[in-house]
């Protein structure tokens, strides 16, 4: 009987074999302790060559092989079947005899009770129809805990493949993103810090699970204040702020407005003409007008062709031709300019087949040939994954195993190469056979979606068949994928980040927003313009960087927008496009934009200096946006800034049309930082042009100053 509040409620509960013990199973009792004490970690016997003579799998990979290693190899030295406790695996685990990793355990502990009994057993091998464990839940999944120093108990719960089902919270092994905020103990028990939150996870067997768990100060006073949310991200962002009794910054004025949304969706900031249009507009949805109005521009197309292009890592080599990436670049244009959804962009692209001149596309699998790295490109693209780590080893923070990788790379076993007419040219075609074994059982591995099912490819292009899976809602993982990359455009942080680092052991800031964000990108049919302008058009975006008192500290609730250095490719654009100057690259014409470049290797000094990818991986850590000395120290003293300035004339040219000093101080400031000059800066720049003075010189050096400024340098 269940009471609560004045309510009960009956609930009729058989128990039968309460009283029968279940014999202790090496791969559902042992394994589980041996991970959990980290005796198979990368520090420990888990190393490739173990530790002080005996080797484990990393993680546990390789029960059976585990198995063998501690009953078989050196008979008689690690178990002691006469006397199990005696046995140095049990010895060495209670720091009853010297051992380099300490002691794991009490010896009256469960922990060692569960050797102990194996070892009495016979240490018996599993049987071959052992139930697995299928899944864990962690509960609560969420909590909130008011003030330092309260806790929460939590319990795991494993599913098994008979049906069963069991508490393994002594069992599992305890993390928290946040130490600062929240502490787990090894029984589960969670205890508040400082305020903040924390994702706390649970590993057990090959099984890893996560919960939010928020600290507040005890007895916070907080006060909702009214909101008109614009959207559904609105929504999703101030639940989250509500929870954490954060209230967000005000909206940014009109001209922070004007020129963060034109760096972000043209990689530009608003000309003169721009500005005072805007300005003067005062209709109430300007803002909104500007966003569908800067989407439609070609320099769009531009800005997200440059970001696919390092997502494809498109980048000549001695076996991709100059030629190859040229039109794999053009192809890419034609797909954004038009509009293609991503989901039938992408399917063009991992089912492609034939020249690389003539389809392009097909240039995705000449610039990675390993078909084991194509797999793990395909995952970190498009699912936001990186499986790498399970190539050797079950994933030690997610849920990929060993099987699941190879099994994966099972789709790109199969492609063929051979080459064309023009010696340049490679053709890409399904070879229909090709395996990839598994290093360890030595099989073919059979191909099986990535947390998906196994489907037929007899007789078909795997590529085509993991491509028409991947690339649709039947894969959780794509639109996710794609909504955060996005979103991370706009905020210069992911709702989950790194955003191809996307594991259950880095979860989500924002789970609703992010699950709402790829909902409607689904909706969409993939039309990112559209999650774009939800973005662009919420108050979430349109936020002021000031933050206040409660939001101080938060950098990852979107409780304000971001300072955000502009990236390479757009912070030469723009210094161009303010001084009225032309860049010239190599194999394009003279005007191009940064963002035009098509090949990875065409770079230049600035470019490099600023962080530009070399898009020789796949990781999203190419790009360096962090600001550095090098780069401050060549906008003061280098050739970029000043010959720019010289070329343009731009100071020049104002004088001549008889505009007074502070005229043109006014139009080099809308020009740079898309606002007027305050008269605190009119004053303390008057000086530089006053009667008497080299006029010119002074606006120069005020025009100088302006383009090294930290206001022209961030978007904000």
């Known amino acids: ?31 589980p302790v041996i991970t959990k004490s980290g005796c198979n970690t990368g520090s420990c016997h888990g190393a490739a060559r173990g530790k002080d003579g005996f080797r484990l799998s990393l993680f546990g990979f390789d029960p059976d092989g585990d198995h063998h290693r501690i009953t078989r190899e050196q008979p008689g030295r690690r178990i002691d079947l006469a006397v199990p406790a005696a046995s140095l695996f ?18 009256d502990s469960k922990l060692n009770q569960t050797f102990v009994e194996w070892i009495a057993n016979g240490v018996p091998v599993d049987p071959a129809d052992q139930a697995k464990c299928t899944s864990i839940e962690m509960y609560p999944p969420q909590a909130v805990l008011d003030g330092s120093g309260e806790q929460q108990r939590t319990l795991v719960i494993a599913n098994y493949s008979d049906g069963t089902t069991r508490d393994v919270t002594s069992l599992a092994a305890f993390t928290t993103s946040n130490e600062t905020s929240i502490v787990v103990d090894d029984m589960g028990i969670v205890t508040a810090g400082e305020r903040g939150e924390a994702f706390v996870m649970a590993r057990f067997d090959i099984h890893t699970i996560g919960g939010q768990f928020l600290a507040l100060p ?47 969706l043209v990689g530009l900031t608003p000309t003169y003409d721009e500005y005072t249009a805007f300005m003067q507009d005062s209709d109430a949805n300007k803002r909104t ?19 696919w292009a390092e997502w494809l890592m498109m980048r000549s080599s001695n076996q991709v ?33 034939g020249g690389t001149f003539k389809t392009p596309q097909t240039n995705f699998y000449e610039i990675e040939r390993d078909q084991l ?85 007899a007789g078909k292009d795997r590529r085509e068949v993991v491509a028409n899976w991947l690339a649709s809602p039947e894969n959780p993982f794509f639109a996710t994928n794609f909504s955060n990359r996005i979103w991370h455009h706009f905020f210069g942080i992911g709702i989950v980040e790194e955003i191809d680092d996307v594991r259950i052991s880095n979860p989500p800031s924002n789970p609703e927003l992010l699950a709402a964000l790829a909902t409607n990108l689904t909706a969409y049919n993939y039309d990112m313009r559209k999650l774009i302008r939800d973005i662009c058009t919420s108050k979430a975006y349109q936020r002021s960087t000031q933050r206040n008192e409660s939001n101080a500290t938060d950098e990852n609730n979107f409780a304000h927008q971001t300072i955000r250095r502009i990236k390479a490719e757009s912070m030469l654009d723009i210094i ?67 010959n720019k300035m010289q070329q343009g004339g731009i100071v020049k040219a104002l004088l001549k049309e008889g505009l007074t000093p502070e005229q043109i101080v006014e139009r080099l400031y809308i020009a740079t930082v898309s606002r007027k000059p305050n008269p605190q800066e009119l004053e303390a720049l008057s000086p530089l042009y006053a009667e008497g003075t080299n006029i010119e010189q002074g606006l120069e050096d005020t025009f100088w100053a302006l383009l090294n400024s930290r206001e022209f340098l961030f978007n904000h």
Request: hydrophobic content about 35%.
């Open 289 to 307: 007008k500007k966003i569908d109005e800067l989407l439609k521009r070609k320099e769009f197309t531009e800005v997200w062709v440059s970001k």
């Open 1 to 31: 009987t269940i009471s609560a509040e004045g309510k009960s409620v009956d609930i009729p509960i058989i128990v039968t074999k309460a009283t029968v013990d279940r014999p202790v199973s090496f791969k559902l009792d042992v394994m």
């Open 576 to 642: 161009s496009h303010v001084t009225a100057t032309k860049d010239d690259f190599t194999k394009l014409p003279v005007g191009a934009r940064a963002v035009q470049i098509a090949d990875g290797t065409t770079s230049t000094y600035f470019l490099t200096t600023f962080g530009r990818a070399t898009r020789e991986t796949a990781c999203s850590c190419e790009v360096k946006m962090e600001p550095t000395l090098s780069q401050a120290l060549h906008l003061l003293n280098g050739d970029t800034v000043n």
């Open 90 to 107: 049990v010895e060495k685990s209670v720091g009853a005899v010297p051992h380099t990793g300490g002691k794991r355990f009490e010896a």
């Open 373 to 457: 790295k194509v797999a793990e490109n395909v995952a970190q693209i498009f699912m936001g994954m990186r499986i790498q780590c399970a190539q050797c080893h079950n994933h030690p923070f997610d849920r990929w195993t060993q099987n699941d990788y190879y099994n994966f790379a099972a789709f790109f076993s199969q492609v063929g190469r051979k080459r064309g007419e023009d010696y340049r040219e490679q053709i890409i075609y399904n070879r229909g056979g090709g395996e990839v074994p598994h290093p360890v059982t030595k099989k073919n591995a059979t191909p099986i979606f990535l947390g998906g099912a196994q489907p037929d490819v």
């Open 218 to 264: 005890k007895g916070l006073q907080y006060e909702e204040k009214p909101f008109e949310p614009v959207n559904y991200i609105d929504e999703l962002v101030a639940a989250k702020l509500k929870k954490l009794r954060l209230h967000p910054s005000e909206l940014c004025s009109d001209e922070e407005f004007l020129r963060r949304v034109s760096i972000d």
């Open 321 to 353: 031709s100059q030629k190859s990436i040229f039109l794999y670049y053009q192809w890419l244009v034609d797909q954004i300019a038009n509009n293609v959804p991503m989901d039938k962009m992408v399917k063009d692209i991992l089912s492609s087949t």
